[in-house]
């Protein structure tokens, strides 16, 4: 038994569901999964091999389904595919799914969960630490088209998340800084100076800690991250109001940065140099001032992250700028989430200066 307690996030929807949160709770499935006669486990091949054996221990009327690997997995086909197994199998209304992996397997399981049968129960059970801050947590299901990014998907609320942090010690450094990003933007999405969730805090005491994946801060940091996302979620869960759309904070650069893929940045380093523009363009307009402009830059820094475009890597603001107006929460021009007087906000349209200005301040030249 590990001596890390686990702790339980509460997503107040209607119905309600918790994120369990710390090493080794994979093995509490079963309290989740209840009577439910069969449960489908959907996987990739180097997860199931690692982590399938402890579901079936407590999960006995459990049957593994593989998908590929990748982001090029999440299709239509690979959901036609799944559903097509789950009836060969016997799979109805009243089973359960359980999605164990990153977020190509959760947006994958959870979105053929959405439609099989017209909607089955599906458990979600993250694998990196991007899926556990962030995807698994808020229903938000889908795959790609060749046209798009999860251009075909539904809200499907699951049953619950089981967030085992002893699956974070395998990751690749790759895999664990795709989430650090997600770390850093809910560290300032939140009020950094009040820290009511005790993110900025838990950074700069244990900064070191969450880098080396201390088991311990490590299921302090994504419970923390996780209360945040769940709050967000339960006040805005059909992204309606606009609440929602904050968790996109830093988003709009690290899109277009990972869209150029002119370099290998991870999601977390494209939304590191996102956040660190938003806070410079916030600047730009006078909506913050220098103190937060540090604040950005010295939080995306703790993690590891870079806080400007690596050198030498040709691409220009017209560019960037062009794919930015592409970004499918953006309504025709330019629209960003900043932070101001009021928290974050949308802002349309800001003038092309500012823009130019807070580009080259993370290293992009026009
Ligand atoms: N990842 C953004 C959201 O769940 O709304």
């Not at 339960?234 to 759309?245: F, K, L, Q, V």
Request: proline share 4%.
């Amino acid at each position: 038994m590990s001596a890390i307690a686990s702790r339980r996030v509460p997503v107040r929807l209607e119905p309600p569901y918790d994120i369990v949160v710390g090493p080794d709770v994979l093995r509490d499935a079963a309290a989740l999964i209840g009577d439910r006669r069969r449960v489908a486990v959907v996987s990739q091949a180097a997860i199931a091999d690692r982590y399938a054996e402890t579901l079936a221990n407590v999960l006995p009327t459990s049957e593994i389904f593989l998908i590929d690997d990748g982001e090029d997995a999440k299709n239509l086909a690979t959901v036609e595919s799944l559903a097509r197994r789950f009836a060969r199998w016997g799979l109805l209304r009243d089973d359960a799914v359980v999605a164990l992996g990153g977020g190509v397997v959760g947006d994958v399981a959870g979105f053929t969960a959405a439609s099989y049968h017209r909607g089955v129960d599906v458990l979600q059970a993250p694998t990196t630490l991007l899926a556990m801050v962030d995807a698994a947590i808020g229903g938000k299901t889908g795959v790609n088209l060749a046209e798009g990014k999860n251009l075909v998907g539904a809200f499907h609320q699951p049953i619950g998340v089981l967030a085992d942090t002893t699956t974070l010690a395998t990751l690749s450094e790759r895999e664990y800084r795709s989430g650090l990003g997600e770390v850093a933007k809910y560290a300032l999405m939140d009020d950094v100076v009040a820290d009511p969730s005790g993110i900025v805090d838990l950074l700069r005491l244990h900064g070191g800690a969450v880098l080396e994946r201390d088991p311990g801060v490590l299921a302090d940091l994504v419970t923390r991250c996780a209360t945040i996302k769940a709050d967000v979620v339960a006040s805005d869960p059909m992204e309606h109001t606009g609440i929602r759309a904050t968790l996109n904070y830093g988003h709009t650069l690290a899109h277009a940065l990972e869209t150029a893929g002119a370099y290998s940045l991870t999601h977390g380093e494209a939304v590191g140099i996102g956040l660190i523009f938003a806070s410079r363009l916030a600047e730009a307009l006078k909506r913050i001032g220098d103190d937060a402009v540090d604040r950005h830059r010295a939080i995306v820094a703790a993690l590891g992250l870079p806080i400007e475009v690596p050198g030498g890597v040709g691409l220009d603001a017209d560019t960037l700028v062009r794919l930015m107006q592409r970004d499918k929460k953006a309504r025709g021009g330019l629209t960003f989430v900043l932070a101001g007087p009021n928290g974050l906000e949308r802002v349309d349209d800001p003038p092309a200066s500012a823009v130019e200005r807070a580009l080259a301040a993370v290293g992009v030249g026009s």
